[in-house]
């Protein structure tokens, strides 16, 4: 350590600073619109077609007949979150939320019905 005084200088200097980093989890994140998160799924407008899953290029979310109705498997660990099943649904099926903590200890539990 040749010259100890540039060093202290640096140290000094960051005391008045604003840290570089967010509080969080302390504090929220304020998410930007348009974020893409965990899907959500509105069985009561889903008419079936299967475009999400065709669009779908991780081949992530799977879409299955239950009585009268239909339900959606989503695998978030192939899910990239692109949002495409989302436009290419017809009925709004689909949609994005601001949901982003989704990470699980075992891999069976990011295979989600939603």
């Given at each position: 350590m040749k010259k100890p005084g540039r060093m202290l200088k640096e140290v000094l200097?960051?005391?008045?600073?604003?840290?570089?980093?967010?509080?969080y989890p302390a504090e929220p994140i304020k998410l930007p619109d348009g974020f893409r998160g965990?899907?959500?799924?509105?069985?009561?407008?889903?008419?079936?077609?299967?475009?999400?899953?065709?669009?779908?290029?991780a081949d992530a979310i799977q879409i299955e007949k239950i009585g009268e109705t239909f339900e959606a498997t989503v695998r978030l660990d192939k899910c990239i979150y692109c949002g495409q099943c989302v436009l290419s649904c017809n009925k709004q099926a689909l949609e994005m939320t601001k949901q982003f903590e989704l990470a699980q200890i075992e891999r069976k539990n990011l295979k989600v019905n939603i």
């Open positions: 200097g960051s005391l008045f600073k604003e840290p570089a980093t967010k509080k965990r899907l959500k799924f509105h069985s009561e407008r889903c008419i079936g077609c299967k475009l999400c899953v065709k669009d779908c290029p």
